[in-house]
């Protein structure tokens, strides 16, 4: 069973166009994230949402919004997409009653902007 | 705000031998929780031990413990009796207590560990 799920897992585009990546967690967990891993492996928080709520919003470019339907769910859109988007994603899924708010990551996807 | 420093970029350690990759932070809080992630060639983030500031009895899992000196704020990483599947990508992270929901993880650069026969 597949704790945090992440759709796609590759996603190649050209500049300019707009693309989603989905996240789903069956943890039962309240709060989700979206981090970015850059080129050189680092790793930086976007997004957090609680609830549905958004609770992190980091500095990133308009062009990014993040959507939370339901708990269980949180997407990543990027409009008007650039050569510097390429990275991986990871969605990350913790519980705010769980000690030390332990995160269990998906298994990001890797999109090349070309 | 926190940062967290990997001094490491990369290290070396032959089969079933111990190794220590170390981790040291900067915070202002006194309440917080240190973690170390593994991310092997799959990408996929694990966690491989934790701990709690308010802890003094550093954490251990199987092979992997740590040693956590708060005053130095250190959290260096002890694998015994390392195995090829330890070959990974090593990142330590930091979160704070005081942020109720709002749970980010601050990451160092990461080491990147090798194991050799």
């Known amino acids: 069973d597949t704790a945090v799920s992440q759709t796609p897992k590759y996603l190649v585009t050209q500049m300019g166009n707009d693309k989603s990546i989905k996240c789903e967690q069956n943890?039962?967990?309240?709060?989700m994230y979206w981090y970015k891993q850059d080129s050189k492996k680092f790793l930086k928080i976007m997004f957090s949402y609680n609830n549905k709520e958004l609770i992190i919003n980091e500095t990133v470019p308009n062009r990014f919004s993040p959507k939370s339907p339901d708990k269980a769910h949180l997407n990543l859109h990027i409009n008007s997409l650039e050569l510097g988007d390429s990275a991986v994603y990871f969605c990350?899924?913790?519980?705010?009653?769980?000690?030390?708010?332990?995160?269990?990551f998906g298994p990001g996807t890797r999109l090349t902007v070309t | 705000a926190q940062t967290v420093t990997q001094s490491q970029p990369e290290m070396s350690v032959q089969e079933a031998e111990t190794v220590t990759l170390s981790c040291t932070y900067d915070?202002?809080?006194?309440?917080?929780?240190l973690f170390w992630y593994k991310q092997p060639p799959s990408r996929q983030m694990i966690l491989v031990i934790r701990?709690?500031?308010?802890?003094?009895q550093n954490a251990t899992e199987n092979r992997f413990s740590v040693n956590f000196q708060k005053a130095a704020k250190s959290f260096s990483l002890k694998i015994s009796d390392s195995q090829l599947g330890d070959a990974a990508m090593y990142f330590c992270a930091y979160r704070s207590a005081n942020t109720g929901t709002a749970s980010k993880l601050t990451f160092g650069t990461g080491t990147r560990l090798q194991v050799t026969l």
């Open positions: 943890l039962g967990h309240d709060t």
């Open positions: 990350a899924s913790s519980h705010s009653k769980t000690p030390a708010y332990e995160q269990y």
């Open positions: 915070t202002s809080e006194s309440d917080y929780y």
């Open positions: 701990q709690e500031a308010y802890k003094q």
